[in-house]
Every structure is written in structure tokens, then in C-alpha cells.
């Protein structure tokens, strides 16, 4: 059961240019349900060898467990998309038994405000590495700026290299190599926080002189998402913002600041790598005429 799994995930990052981000998102969700399944069948049943085997009462036990484990409604709605797609997938190969995708309906998905920043609180923020010394405060000021000029992913931040930067022409190049590869102009700001993390900052933490990373930890290596997340805490602190801070957080608060602008939806989204829709009203404390979908995650509906 599992070879077929990896058999779709191929699919996904083959023909769908899925990124590595949600191609292991969904091995986990279908993992998890292939454990649940063949877990399910006990001492007393027939062993759930193949998906063909596969009846609608092990799908009905897998959605109320799913939805009994305490995870947030989006999660819940992930985890059973992943499981619809694979089936229809799969449907397709008369792999599986007629009738099991209409069983995974997607759920109601809570609703929920973007959690953003104030402009006082980003300012704060992105001044916060300047009130540090060392190495690591000019590549942070760099990250945070450009993070909040472009509303990037985290995964396209930490894997830019330093190629997919243009100072003079104050131009960045996001996910090179991936499904949602697009250009961003930078201001001023941004341009020149990059230009001095590259020539005062970069130099000193290089270790291997071949190393293309653009955003480099103390070790001279390709900074992780792990350790944005843990440095963006440590300034969230230090600025004295009370609010939980994630990366995506400074996404949401790029789309909110572009709508203040008067930036159209459509334009957003290409700035954004992502084709679905955003609801405007959401981020003003309206009621939502269209779902907000970041990163393929319901935020409203």
C-alpha cells in the first residue's frame, strides 16, 4: 500500500510540480492513514493487504478519528483532501472500490482572522536586529525586510541563493526551479539591508567558498526553516511584541499591508505565488464574500 502511496507523491512533484513543502505534508497525512487501516483490522480480521480491500467502514472509522484527535479544522480538511486526492487518483487506475472519495466530503473549516502585524509592531521588528552586534544581525535585518517587501514563503527565503539577487536593478528571484518561480522588485530599504549583509556580513560567515546559499547560519550553511523560525522568535521578544509570531505571519501582514495600498487581489496573489483566492474582507473584519486560502491552508470561508 505504501509503494502506491509513493507512486502519487511522484505524481505530485512529477506532473503537478507540487514543492517539497506540501509533498511531505501529504506523505504524512497518507501514512497516517495507511497505519490507521491496517492497524484497524485487529487479531480477528482480514488483514488490509491491498487498497482494493479497503471498505467504507474503514473510511468512516478514519474520518471520525481524524476529526477525534483534537487537530484544528484546517488540518482536518488537509488531511482528508490529501486522502480524496489519492483516491480519485488512484480511482482512475481502478485501484481502489467505486464510492470511498464521496465519503471524504471536505468538513467546515472554522473561521479564523489572518493574524497580522500593526505597522508599529513590524517597524519594531524590523529595527529589532539593529539593536544587536555580531555576524548574524545584519543577514537578519536583510531576511525580515525582504520577507515582509515580498511576502515569500519561508522555504523560498531560506532557499534563495545569492544568484537570485539583482542590488541594481533591485529585483529578487523566487523558487528558481519551482511551480510558482516569479520576480519581485525590491525598494530601497530592502536593497540596501541586502547589499550590506553581502558584503559585511555574508563574507564573515562563509566557511566553504563554493556555497551558494543566499542566507547562511553560523556554521556557513544554508540557513533551515527551523532556525528562521527560532530567530524570528528571539526579535520578537526583543521587540516587546506580545502577539505569537510566525513566519507566516509577516506573509499574512504583507497581504494586509498591499490591500491598505489598494493593491487588487490578482495582484497579490501573483506576488504571491498562489492561485487561489483572497478574500479582502477578511483581513478588514468583514464577513468574507470568497475564501482566503494561503498556501493551499482555509483561512476563512
Known sequence: ??????????YLSAEKKASTHTTLAYRNDLTQLVDFVQLLTGPNRQPVRTWKQI??????????YVKAQGYASSTVARKLAAVRSLFEFMLEQNAIAPGLVKLLA??????????TLTQD???????APTQQQGTGSLRDRAMFELLYATGMRVSELVGMDVGDVDIQKKLVQIDRSGSRSRVAAIDDSVSEALRQYLIESRVQLLIDPHEVSLFLNQRGQRLTRQGLWLIIKQYVTLAGIKKSVTPHVLRHSFVANQIEKGTQPRDIRQRLGNTSPI???AYKGQQPKHQLIIDGKVVED
Open 121 to 127: 509592531e513590524i517597524n519594531r521588528l524590523l529595527e
Open 106 to 115: 471536505a468538513p467546515k473549516v472554522k473561521r479564523s482572522t489572518p493574524s
Open 1 to 10: 500500500m505504501q509503494e502506491q502511496v509513493q507512486h502519487y507523491l511522484d
Open 279 to 281: 478574500s479582502t474582507q
Open 55 to 64: 471498505t467504507a467502514a474503514h473510511i468512516q472509522a478514519y474520518v471520525a
